[in-house]
């Protein structure tokens, strides 16, 4: 049996998520299974529409109830989050996990000052003096290395670059000293050098604080940076996950392959190609009976559309869902 250290404080099992509001269910979600320890950071990354922000968000339970079926397990510390109540919900979000979103705005309310909201976000789930709760605003603005941090905490959160609304909001997910942290597309809409300033802060805060992370991103060079292991996701499923340098290194998914070739940095040999991944992800209302990916990849054989591949295991920590697998050791493109 797993003592308590060895549990990952995230352990997510066959879980699938269905939105049902519409005509025909959209199956976003299709039997994820995921954990991460404690003080680790995990990157959840692959293209637009394969499910990760709608998986992270499930961790605080932010789908709307009449319209989503969510089924499987998900187990964050000691809670069973699938199973919390109206009010362990209040509690479990900002005091177990908290989340940051690319656009500040969305977590930050216009007409208070950031002061005045992280200062009532503490008071909301303690019992803190107006005080007490101020200083440690002063506190948690000191550490996201806001300059002026006094007279910044009297700033609206329109009178702040977004550089520094990023990092406000990082301060208000932190009030309550959750200990996982979830962050969807924390950097997308900063200029590249603010983007690795709140990159480097996240994995600071994250060794100071001991957090686990789970962060979405489009972006692989940001998830090289900061990430301990990388899940790669296409409709609805991890298909690959591993260590972040193994990876990078020697992916074994052809479908973490193609998103490898594809990106457009300076990693990647001088002349090399690009090359972008011809065709489209499948329709989440009628997924393939076979590997999702089937219909895009130069390696599938009728084997993979007829059924969906199980998860292989490479070695400890990397793991691939793919029939192919014994035939993609090929040289990584980076
Ligand atoms: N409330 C909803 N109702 C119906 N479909 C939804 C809902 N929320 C998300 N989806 C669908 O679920 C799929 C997965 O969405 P998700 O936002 O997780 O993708 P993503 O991988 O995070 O993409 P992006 O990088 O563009 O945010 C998408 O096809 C999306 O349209």
């Known amino acids: 049996m797993n003592t308590p250290q060895e549990r990952p404080f995230v352990d997510v099992r066959n879980l699938r998520i269905t939105f049902t509001g519409g005509k025909k269910p959209v199956e976003a979600v299709?039997?994820?299974?995921?954990?991460?320890?404690?003080?680790e950071v995990v990157a959840l990354i692959g293209e637009s529409g394969s499910g990760k922000s709608v998986t992270l968000r499930s961790l605080l339970r932010l789908h709307p109830a009449a319209r989503t079926r969510i089924e499987g397990e998900m187990r964050v510390g000691e809670q069973d989050v699938l199973q919390l109540g109206t009010r362990e919900l209040v509690n479990y979000r900002g005091k177990v996990a908290s989340m940051i979103f690319?656009?500040?705005l969305l977590a930050l309310d216009p007409v208070y000052s950031v002061g005045a909201q992280i200062v009532e976000s503490i008071r909301r789930h303690g019992n803190v003096s107006a005080a007490e709760a101020h200083q440690r605003a002063?506190?948690?603005?000191?550490?996201v290395r806001i300059p002026s941090?006094?007279?910044?905490?009297?700033a609206y959160p329109h009178e702040m670059s977004?550089?520094?609304?990023?990092?406000?909001?990082?301060?208000?997910a932190l009030a309550n000293r959750p200990q996982l942290l979830l962050a969807d597309e924390p950097t997308t809409a900063l200029d590249a050098t603010v983007q690795i300033q709140i990159l480097l802060l996240l994995r600071e805060l994250q060794r100071e604080l001991g957090l686990s992370v789970i962060f979405v991103t489009h972006d692989i060079g940001a998830a090289v940076e900061v990430a301990d292991r990388i899940a790669v996701m296409y409709a609805g499923r991890i298909v690959e996950e591993g260590p972040a340098a193994t990876l990078l290194r020697a992916p074994r998914h052809p479908y973490t392959l193609a998103l490898?070739?594809?990106?457009?940095?300076?990693a990647l040999a001088?002349?090399?190609?690009?090359e972008t991944i011809s065709?489209?992800?499948?329709?989440?209302?009628?997924?393939?009976?076979?590997?999702?990916?089937?219909?895009r990849c130069k390696m599938a054989q009728p084997a993979c559309e007829a059924s969906r591949p199980d998860v292989t295991w490479l070695e400890a920590g990397h793991s691939v869902r793919c029939l192919r697998v014994a035939d993609t050791l090929v040289p990584s493109p980076v």
Request: aromatic residues 4%; charged residues 30%; glycine residues 12%.
């Open 30 to 39: 299709n039997g994820v299974d995921l954990k991460v320890k404690r003080g």
């Open 102 to 104: 690319q656009e500040p």
């Open 138 to 143: 002063l506190q948690l603005f000191e550490r």
């Open 149 to 154: 941090p006094e007279r910044r905490l009297q």
């Open 162 to 172: 977004g550089g520094m609304r990023q990092r406000a909001m990082i301060a208000l």
């Open 260 to 266: 490898l070739k594809s990106r457009a940095d300076g």
């Open 270 to 274: 001088k002349g090399t190609r690009l």
């Open 279 to 295: 065709g489209s992800p499948p329709d989440l209302t009628a997924l393939p009976t076979g590997c999702a990916f089937a219909a």
